[in-house]
């Protein structure tokens, strides 16, 4: 267990690093960002002086080690749009995007497991057949046409909802939250139910065909022939086995969450990580970019590590198997 956590660090170096210097060439490939942070009308001289401070003037190796030992401390530079440390921008804004993709993991956990496991027990039922609709056209639909629906739907035909921003928040610390607010937590809900809607029925349809495979397996029908109850043979054995995929895809779907909340961010004009990033596509604001490139691939790389480790804990087999492979 040491050893492969071991290697899945040392891997994840690797990509990072990688990952690091993707970000790094953003800042060769799209422009001079002297011409950004001086005037048209600055001296050579000025120019010069700038390039020396930013350390443009060094070899690309000096450049590059310099940016991953400034990253891997948090520091991305200024923003050359709004001329503010990076790492505040994206603290700012982290609070939002959290809470918001926090919920929406919630949603299609509590709701998916349950509604595939349905499904699965009663595979005819006219219940089923409607889920089962309702899913493919979940699937199908593009996100931002969910959430135009929605807010047509709950803000202008019902009022019941807000179609835009945070509502009230309360700072606690650092972080400021919209959990204690009524008006927080009203506005919360249509973008958390957007982003969560294609996850959720992914993982319906997911648990559903999973847990119907595992129900004809041998185990389970000797597991019938000892006599045990159905509550025990389809929570207890099959949605064990049945879980070991849905971890996989709603780990590589939580990393995704956070990285393309930024069509839901943008439908509802939610103040998060994704706003901000395509405020920066759209005024070149290299810095940020590059910052949220890296944030966002340390958080898919530690969840897919968190991931393999919970492969170990639901399947006794891969502990087996390693002990094997270390002896």
């Known amino acids: 267990m040491f050893g492969f956590l071991v290697r899945r660090i040392v891997q994840s170096v690797f990509v990072m690093l990688a990952v690091a210097l993707i970000a790094f060439m953003m800042f060769r490939f799209m422009g001079d960002p002297v011409n950004s942070m001086v005037s048209e009308n600055a001296s050579v001289a000025e120019r010069e002086e700038v390039r020396a401070r930013l350390?443009?003037?060094?070899?690309?190796?000096?450049?590059?080690a310099r940016f991953v030992t400034r990253a891997a401390q948090g520091d991305f530079g200024l923003s050359w749009r709004n001329a503010r440390p990076v790492s505040t921008l994206l603290a700012e804004r982290f609070p939002a995007t959290a809470e918001l993709v926090l919920v929406a993991a919630g949603l299609s956990l509590v709701l998916g497991i349950p509604l595939?496991?349905?499904?699965?027990?009663?595979?005819?039922?006219?219940?089923?057949?409607?889920?089962?609709?309702?899913?493919?056209?979940?699937?199908?639909?593009?996100?931002?046409?969910t959430g135009i629906l929605l807010i047509l739907t709950f803000s202008v035909w019902l009022g019941w909802l807000p179609s835009f921003g945070r509502g009230t928040v309360v700072d606690v610390g650092w972080w400021s939250t919209g959990f204690l607010t009524t008006t927080g937590l009203k506005a919360l809900i249509l973008p958390s139910v957007m982003l969560c809607l294609f996850q959720l029925t992914l993982i319906m349809r997911l648990v559903r065909a999973e847990m119907m495979e595992v129900l004809r397996t041998d185990y389970?029908?000797?597991?019938r022939a000892r006599g045990l109850s159905d509550r025990a043979i389809h929570f207890h054995h099959a949605l064990r086995n049945t879980l070991i995929p849905v971890i996989t895809i709603f780990g590589l779907q939580l990393?995704?969450?956070?990285?393309?909340?930024?069509?839901?961010?943008?439908?509802?004009?939610?103040?998060?990580?994704?706003?901000?990033?395509?405020?920066?596509?759209?005024?070149?604001d290299v810095p940020v970019m590059a910052a949220y490139l890296v944030l966002v691939s340390l958080i898919f790389v530690t969840i897919n590590t968190i991931v393999d480790l919970l492969y170990v804990v639901l399947d006794p087999r891969l502990r087996v198997d390693g002990a094997r492979g270390a002896h």
Do not use: C, H, N
Request: glycine residues 10%; aromatic residues 14%; hydrophobic residues 55%.
């Open 55 to 64: 350390g443009l003037d060094q070899p690309l190796y000096v450049q590059y």
């Open 116 to 145: 595939g496991i349905l499904t699965a027990l009663r595979p005819r039922a006219l219940s089923t057949q409607t889920l089962q609709f309702i899913s493919l056209v979940g699937i199908s639909l593009p996100t931002f046409v």
């Open 220 to 223: 389970i029908k000797f597991a």
């Open 255 to 284: 990393g995704g969450l956070i990285a393309f909340a930024i069509i839901t961010e943008t439908v509802f004009q939610w103040p998060g990580m994704g706003a901000l990033f395509i405020q920066a596509v759209s005024f070149g």
